[in-house]
């Protein structure tokens, strides 16, 4: 049981579907830490998600950040806003879970990076919950072990079943190509230097110059090449796969085939409907690293350079959606 004299509290900025997930996660799953403050641009849903944790309101997100019943915060508000609030984590010296996209610019994650490196101290951590997925582990365990050998290429696959219509090519390279963004410096270790993406012919689900599907090609420094295919119209289910060519094999994640019937002569299981089914065991394990790190006053996972990179990718691969010419990732130095 926990107890709540020692237990982390944590503030959740921004209770949508992502964050009201992290709430329950933290509440029923996560072992010591509780919610104590809840914020919400719409305040009935602060005070749905709230009570639900046993939590209070605070209706200005930079007060819940600096509150005194605060060790903690989850940030799953909007991205345009991250910059502001987590230089404000910063400021207070809080460690913070900050739900992708770090900022929304290459410039302004790079002031936080600078910001974090004056303080001294590790307190930013970037969701980027498929590193704690146990397939992404076991995968990124095999190419280390060398396993299958040197790896040479990337396959991956990203496919939602549906999205608004004003969900952009732009909003998919910064709101899904992202995870392969990282993954791909995860899993292979080295940084990405240049974007090129490929327009096929659009879905007719798709809004007028909306290009879905999309491929995407990231060339890393050592000149491995990395293709995704990103579909998030798919009107099937959510579908993320990653399979790595090596020197000496091949490994594949994602074929969700965990459970497969025969029955009635036919065969066939289940694709999970969202990203949370699927992902849902990698978000808790992030959760409870995240919790027993920041008790300690730091962080267990991606950090404030994972998020500049990525962002940054994303940047050169909006640029790329735009314009269909290869671009170049440029990264500043690392403090």
């Keep these: ?62 007060a819940a950040i600096s509150a005194d019943d605060v060790d903690a915060i989850v940030l799953a508000s ?12 910063l400021e207070a010296g809080k460690p913070v879970l900050c739900e992708k996209p770090l900022t929304m610019d290459e410039p302004t994650a790079y002031a936080v990076v600078q910001a974090e490196a004056e303080l001294g101290r590790s307190l930013i951590q970037v969701g980027f919950m498929r590193r704690f997925d146990t397939e992404y582990a076991g995968l990124r365990e095999l190419i280390a072990s060398g396993g299958i050998g040197s790896p040479l290429m990337m396959h ?14 732009e909003m998919a390279m910064a709101d899904s190509v992202v995870h392969e963004a990282d993954s791909t410096r995860f899993l292979l270790g080295e940084e990405v ?20 599907p999309m491929l995407v090609l990231f060339e890393t420094e050592s000149g491995r090449l990395v293709d995704i295919e990103s579909f998030v119209r798919t009107g099937v289910a959510y579908e993320v796969r990653t399979e790595v060519v090596g020197e000496h094999g ?44 920041a008790a300690r006053g ?12 990525a962002v940054a990718i994303c940047e050169a691969g909006v640029q790329a959606v735009r314009t269909g010419r290869r671009t170049e990732v440029t990264l500043g130095a690392r403090p």
């Design 298 to 309: 730091t962080i267990d996972g991606p950090g404030v350079w994972d998020g500049y990179a």
């Design 193 to 212: 230097v240049a974007v090129s993406v490929l327009r096929p012919g659009a879905t007719a689900s798709a809004p007028a110059g909306t290009a879905d």
């Design 1 to 62: 049981m926990s107890d709540t004299r020692t237990d982390l509290r944590v503030a959740v900025i921004g209770v949508g579907k992502m964050g009201a997930f992290h709430v329950d996660s933290l509440s029923r799953r996560t072992r010591g830490a509780r919610v104590t403050v809840v914020n919400d641009v719409d305040p009935d849903r602060a005070a749905e998600i709230a009570g639900q944790a046993g939590a209070r309101v605070e209706t200005d997100a930079f």
């Design 250 to 293: 091949m490994a594949t994640i994602g074929l969700d085939q965990n459970l497969l019937v025969r029955a009635a002569g036919r065969w066939g299981g289940e694709i999970a409907p969202n990203f949370v089914v699927r992902f849902g065991q990698a978000y808790d394990t992030q959760m409870q690293r995240w919790v027993d790190a």
């Design 78 to 89: 909007p991205g345009f806003v991250h910059e502001k609030q987590v230089l404000a984590c």
């Design 156 to 169: 991956c696959v990203h496919r939602n079943p549906a999205v608004p219509d004003f969900f952009t090519s």
